[in-house]
């Protein structure tokens, strides 16, 4: 496991490191991960790393970003925490954001706010954006304007093979990683 850090900017962490416990948790405290080891991404390119480091030793994955969907527990794995991936910009022109996959919706609320925008988010603040809108996201303006989900127009995934892709709504990949569950890839 050693060579993943020199592998990857972000942090390596293994049972017994400072710092594990803390890496491997979450707001939901049911099911709790206990990797084997964890890998801090700081961007696309660790997830990347990460995926091709597990599969050449057939190491099952998890991701995590905020931790608050409730999940199985990633047991002797390698998990990829996402929350250090925290970018975003806001086109106030278009109305439109690009998030990273560790951002939480009070960043992307405040800086909307700022334009006299409003995006698709839950309720709760401290909900990683990218992982709410892939499980649908359904908020409170979900009468009026429908789902988060329905409202995304590319994603850009890392696959199982360790490849980054682009997708959009001509794409398979692109509808099944809106609502469809794990195991597609790391957005």
Same mark, same amino acid.
């Given at each position: 496991?050693?060579?993943?850090?020199?592998?990857?900017?972000?942090?390596?962490?293994?049972?017994?490191?400072?710092?594990?416990?803390?890496?491997?948790?979450?707001?939901?405290?049911?099911?709790?991960?206990?990797?084997?080891?964890?890998?801090?991404?700081?961007?696309?390119?660790?997830?990347? @790393? %990460?995926?091709?480091? #597990?599969?050449? /030793?057939?190491?099952?994955?998890?991701?995590? !970003?905020?931790? =608050? *969907? &409730?999940?199985?527990?990633?047991?002797?794995?390698?998990?990829?925490?996402?929350?250090?991936?925290?970018?975003?910009?806001?086109?106030?022109?278009?109305? @439109? %954001?690009?998030?990273? #996959?560790?951002? /939480?919706?009070?960043?992307?609320?405040?800086? !909307?706010?700022? =334009? *006299? &925008?409003?995006?698709?988010?839950?309720?709760?603040?401290?909900?990683?954006?990218?992982?709410?809108?892939?499980?649908?996201?359904?908020?409170?303006?979900?009468?009026s304007y429908g789902l988060a989900a329905d409202h995304v127009r590319t994603l850009e995934v890392v696959t199982a093979d360790g490849e980054?892709?682009?997708?959009?709504?001509?794409?398979?990949?692109?509808?099944?990683?809106?609502?469809?569950?794990?195991?597609?890839?790391?957005?």
């Open positions: 496991m050693n060579t993943l850090s020199v592998l990857v900017e972000g942090p390596v962490f293994v049972p017994g490191d400072a710092g594990y416990d803390t890496e491997r948790s979450g707001f939901q405290l049911a099911g709790q991960h206990r990797p084997a080891v964890i890998v801090g991404a700081t961007s696309a390119s660790d997830v990347r @790393t %990460a995926i091709r480091f #597990a599969a050449a /030793r057939d190491l099952p994955i998890a991701v995590q !970003a905020t931790g =608050h *969907g &409730l999940t199985a527990p990633a047991q002797d794995a390698l998990l990829i925490t996402t929350h250090r991936m925290s970018g975003f910009r806001i086109d106030p022109a278009a109305g @439109t %954001a690009w998030i990273e #996959a560790g951002v /939480r919706w009070k960043a992307v609320v405040d800086a !909307a706010a700022e =334009h *006299g &925008l409003a995006p698709l988010s839950g309720s709760s603040p401290s909900v990683g954006a990218v992982s709410y809108t892939l499980g649908g996201g359904i908020g409170v303006l979900v009468r980054m892709r682009q997708v959009s709504a001509g794409s398979d990949l692109f509808w099944a990683l809106l609502g469809g569950g794990n195991n597609f890839g790391v957005v």
